[in-house]
């Protein structure tokens, strides 16, 4: 749901946060890195990533793993492997190419994706669980939802189509870093030259009223609201009346502001309560305060750009950090300042708006702006109008372990 800054496909659950993540990669300050591993030796021992070290203010001490074996994962008998599979095999066609990877990713190829014995003996024979604790002791975060929203558009400005999507604009300037400050890789700035130096670019309220994204917009839809909920998500799919098609609109990039939610403004404000600060109930406070929607949108400066994709085949999600399809309910948006893009992960949490277990094998495709902290998960809902009402109820409490690969001893 990838804000992208990082943003990303965002997230329908507002958690009070009206989470964000996106479909792009996200900009980890330092990533965190798997070690290497040689899983074809006797005893092999489990590997421990190497925590990042915090940045900014908002960070404290890096987490604890901990190993623990695979029997301590609540639920992890009942899950079905074949449906995590394919998720996991996208994951590897990335991961294989580091040497870490190379040997477990090369010998998943050979496993039975129709079994369920075979696939969980695979997981069970080359990786350890290790679960995260935070710094203060606390093994539980928080698990929002975000999902592929579907918005109604054309081409051309007409009739009820008034609201743009913008493509990026000619005069926002992206700086790497990285050439200059090696440790801060995937560390980009955006704004716009003014004369010789690169100043912010314009907010949310200012691109609203500017002239420069004039002749940018990529087309125009029929819902101001759902336009920036789509900015939310991060990417989504657009029907085109005048077309009669259906195409997918990606994030592209982003005003390099930092994304702030509209939920916790509204709860700040004393609008809404903690538990109303849904998707949902953001919606139902703007439908009955239409005179304050350029004030509650405008409280976040974030906007996001975005291209056409094709959609040859509507059963294939968008993509998100790590470069490959979403999976709808086994693909995750986490921070990659904590968790490597691509690993897989198990889920402890419940249903949306529920007591209902849901514990299962997820992978850490996506990463989402704010998608913040080393025990914080995005679960990728899908398609449809049931994943946006799941991701909009989405606020649960929930527990992570990493799968990684063995070392030797």
Same mark, same amino acid.
Not at 13 to 40: D, F, Q
Not at 146 to 171: C, F, I, N, S
């Given at each position: 749901?990838?804000?992208?800054?990082? !943003?990303?496909?965002?997230? @329908?659950?507002?958690?009070? +946060?009206?989470?964000?993540?996106?479909?792009?990669?996200?900009?980890?300050?330092?990533?965190?890195?798997?070690? +290497?591993?040689? $899983?074809?030796?006797?005893?092999?021992?489990?590997?421990?990533? *190497?925590?990042?070290?915090?940045?900014?203010?908002?960070?404290?001490?890096?987490?604890?793993?901990?190993?623990?074996?695979?029997?301590?994962?609540?639920?992890?008998?009942?899950?079905?492997?074949?449906?995590?599979?394919? *998720?996991?095999? +996208? %994951?590897?066609?990335?991961?294989?190419?580091?040497?870490?990877?190379?040997?477990?990713?090369? &010998?998943?190829?050979?496993?039975?994706?129709? %079994?369920?014995?075979?696939?969980?003996?695979?997981?069970?024979?080359?990786?350890? $669980?290790?679960?995260?604790?935070?710094?203060?002791?606390?093994? %539980?975060?928080?698990?929002?939802?975000?999902?592929?929203?579907?918005?109604?558009?054309?081409?051309?400005?007409?009739?009820?189509?008034?609201?743009?999507?913008?493509?990026?604009?000619?005069?926002?300037?992206?700086?790497?870093?990285?050439?200059?400050?090696?440790?801060?890789?995937?560390?980009?700035?955006?704004?716009?030259?003014?004369?010789?130096?690169?100043?912010?670019?314009?907010?949310?309220?200012? &691109?609203?009223?500017?002239?420069?994204?004039?002749?940018?917009?990529?087309?125009?839809?029929?819902?101001?609201?759902?336009?920036?909920?789509?900015?939310?998500?991060?990417?989504?799919?657009?029907? !085109?009346?005048?077309?009669?098609?259906?195409?997918?609109?990606?994030?592209?990039?982003?005003?390099?502001?930092?994304?702030?939610?509209? #939920?916790?403004?509204?709860?700040?404000?004393?609008?809404?309560?903690?538990?109303?600060?849904?998707?949902?109930?953001?919606?139902?406070?703007?439908? #009955?305060?239409?005179?304050?929607?350029?004030?509650?949108?405008?409280?976040?400066?974030?906007?996001?750009?975005?291209?056409?994709?094709?959609?040859?085949?509507?059963?294939? @999600?968008?993509?998100?950090?790590?470069?490959?399809?979403?999976?709808?309910?086994?693909?995750?948006?986490?921070?990659?300042?904590?968790?490597?893009? #691509?690993?897989?992960?198990?889920?402890?949490?419940?249903?949306?708006?529920?007591?209902?277990?849901?514990?299962? !094998?997820?992978? *850490?495709?996506?990463?989402?702006? *704010?998608?913040? #902290?080393?025990?914080?998960?995005?679960?990728?809902?899908?398609?449809?109008?049931?994943?946006?009402?799941?991701?909009?109820?989405?606020?649960?409490?929930?527990?992570?372990?990493?799968?990684?690969?063995?070392?030797?001893?």
């Amino acid at each position: 749901m990838s804000l992208r800054f990082s !943003l990303l496909v965002s997230c @329908g659950a507002v958690a009070l +946060a009206l989470s964000a993540c996106t479909t792009t990669p996200s900009v980890p300050l330092t990533p965190a890195k798997p070690p +290497a591993i040689t $899983p074809s030796v006797v005893n092999p021992v489990p590997a421990k990533p *190497a925590a990042p070290e915090a940045k900014d203010a908002k960070d404290v001490q890096a987490p604890v793993f901990t190993p623990v074996s695979f029997a301590a994962l609540p639920g992890w008998g009942r899950d079905d492997m074949r449906a995590a599979w394919p *998720a996991f095999m +996208a %994951s590897c066609g990335v991961l294989v190419k580091r040497p870490d990877w190379k040997e477990s990713c090369t &010998i998943a190829r050979q496993v039975n994706a129709d %079994s369920d014995k075979a696939i969980r003996q695979f997981f069970e024979a080359f990786f350890v $669980p290790n679960q995260i604790v935070a710094a203060d002791g606390t093994n %539980s975060g928080l698990v929002t939802g975000y999902y592929e929203p579907l918005l109604h558009g054309a081409r051309k400005r007409g009739g009820p189509y008034q609201t743009p999507l913008y493509k990026v604009p000619d005069d926002l300037v992206t700086v790497d870093l990285a050439s200059v400050y090696p440790e801060l890789k995937n560390m980009r700035l955006r704004g716009k030259l003014v004369g010789k130096k690169v100043v912010p670019y314009a907010t949310r309220a200012d &691109i609203e009223r500017a002239t420069s994204v004039t002749g940018k917009e990529l087309m125009w839809v029929d819902d101001e609201v759902e336009a920036f909920f789509l900015q939310v998500q991060g990417s989504g799919r657009v029907q !085109l009346t005048d077309t009669q098609e259906t195409v997918r609109v990606a994030y592209a990039d982003q005003n390099g502001h930092p994304y702030q939610s509209i #939920g916790r403004y509204l709860v700040d404000k004393g609008e809404l309560t903690m538990s109303q600060a849904s998707a949902q109930g953001i919606k139902a406070w703007i439908a #009955g305060h239409p005179t304050r929607k350029d004030e509650l949108f405008n409280a976040n400066p974030s906007y996001v750009f975005f291209k056409e994709e094709r959609l040859p085949d509507p059963k294939v @999600g968008p993509k998100g950090a790590l470069g490959v399809p979403l999976t709808p309910q086994r693909s995750v948006a986490i921070d990659s300042r904590y968790v490597p893009l #691509g690993v897989p992960v198990f889920l402890s949490t419940t249903q949306a708006n529920s007591d209902i277990p849901m514990q299962r !094998l997820v992978m *850490a495709q996506d990463t989402g702006g *704010a998608i913040r #902290g080393p025990i914080r998960v995005d679960y990728f809902f899908g398609f449809g109008a049931e994943a946006a009402e799941n991701a909009g109820r989405m606020k649960q409490s929930g527990m992570v372990w990493l799968l990684l690969p063995k070392q030797p001893q």
